[in-house]
């Protein structure tokens, strides 16, 4: 049987990373729980303590329902090493798509997340090759790729 999940990553800003990610990958700021004005009031009811509080919104949801939800938890550290998991935001239209169409369809998103913030790493191609893709990381450094 298959169960639900949602993403977790952890952070030193949650609103500005859920802010981030909602505009990448065209989800919403989650509104907090009915009964609570704010996430922070929330949290605080549920007895999370102030250093693992962020300032606001900590959380996306798809707006169409078929994505997973990400929450952006608070931790103390930095990122420190590479990421064990990480994300692909598909943009190329696949395989079915000619080679020079989805180098120029996964340039533009990169293009595009990197006017939010995102910083291309390196382009993920080699000759001879049916992939094209480019790495990045967010603003927090966690790396994704666009493909």
């Known amino acids: 049987m298959a169960v639900t999940f949602q993403i977790c990553i952890d952070c030193a800003d949650p609103g500005r990373l859920a802010r981030f990610w909602a505009d990448a990958l065209g989800y919403e700021i989650e509104p907090p729980p009915e009964g609570f004005a704010t996430?922070?009031?929330y949290w605080?009811?549920?007895g999370l303590p102030e250093d693992?509080?962020?300032t606001g919104a900590d959380s996306i949801t798809d707006p169409a329902g078929r994505g997973p939800r990400i929450v952006f938890h608070i931790v103390p550290e930095g990122k420190a090493v590479k990421n064990r998991v990480?994300?692909?935001i598909?943009?190329?239209g696949r395989?079915?798509?000619p080679m020079e169409d989805r180098r120029r369809q996964v340039d533009a998103e990169a293009g595009r997340l990197a006017g939010l913030g995102a910083t291309m790493?390196?382009?993920l191609y080699e000759e001879g090759i049916d992939h094209y893709a480019v790495?990045?990381?967010d603003p927090e450094g966690n790396e994704f790729d666009i493909n």
Do not use: I, K, N
Request: charged fraction near 40%; proline fraction near 0%.
């Open 90 to 92: 598909r943009a190329s």
């Open 135 to 137: 790495a990045m990381t």
């Open 44 to 46: 605080r009811d549920v």
């Open 86 to 88: 990480h994300l692909d």
């Open 95 to 97: 395989r079915a798509t």
């Open 39 to 41: 996430w922070d009031d």
């Open 121 to 123: 790493t390196r382009v």
């Open 52 to 54: 693992e509080r962020g």
